[in-house]
């Protein structure tokens, strides 16, 4: 799920055929939780498996899947109007990519030591303090990602809330992450990044893009 520089979640125009599309969709996986532990069953060979939360309308992760064939993908959303938007965008046919609609906080109930990378682009920032636990990089979702990560816990984030990106640096290092790649201008520092949708938006608005890799 995608927000604003507010923090306001962008509302897209309701799909009244919304459900139709994603009961039909073979990129929805229904019956997730019978894939605890053994996701690579779903896909059908022991690649490294990928996962972005809060996927928006799947640009990302939809290119990501098509560029790198040997990895899986998996976005996870939990509003079906914003599913539904992205299944209708979504090239058909890509083998390694799966939809989940759930709510990130059952993550750690869903999946079980088998993610290799974890992307946080532009969630919530929750800008409140007493929201603070509700932040993808709070201490409540970091212990969750150490029940999913494989092996090796990684962590790539983008964000254009500046608040949300230093609360996020002090939380994963005190955590026990190393942080590498961090900048406070991505897009001056990097080219050929593939973006979302609302990344095209706030550069189009001369925004900065926070960004950082995080591995434990």
Sequence with gaps: M??????????????????????????????????RGSFIQLFGNSNPIHIEIGMGRGKFITEQAIKN??????GIEKQDNIIARALLSIP????????????ALEIDEVFDHEIDLIYLNFSDPWPKVRQNKRR??????????????????????????EGLYTYSIE????YGYSLYDVTFDLHRDYSD?????????FIGLGNQIYALKARK
């Excluded at 939380?171 to 005190?174: P, V």
């Design 2 to 35: 995608c927000y604003d520089i507010n923090g306001d979640f962008m509302r897209l125009r309701n799909l009244k055929n919304k459900e139709n599309i994603i009961e039909e969709s073979d990129y929805i996986v229904k019956d997730y939780r019978n894939y």
């Design 69 to 74: 064939p040997n990895i899986n993908f998996i």
């Design 92 to 103: 058909k046919d890509i083998p390694n990519l799966r939809i989940i609609r759930m709510n």
């Design 136 to 161: 993808l990089t709070s201490k409540i979702f970091l212990e969750k990602y150490d029940q999913i990560f494989s092996d090796q816990k990684i962590i790539y984030l983008r964000t254009d809330n």
């Design 171 to 174: 939380m994963l290092s005190s």
């Design 193 to 201: 990044l593939i973006t979302t949708e609302y990344e095209d938006k």
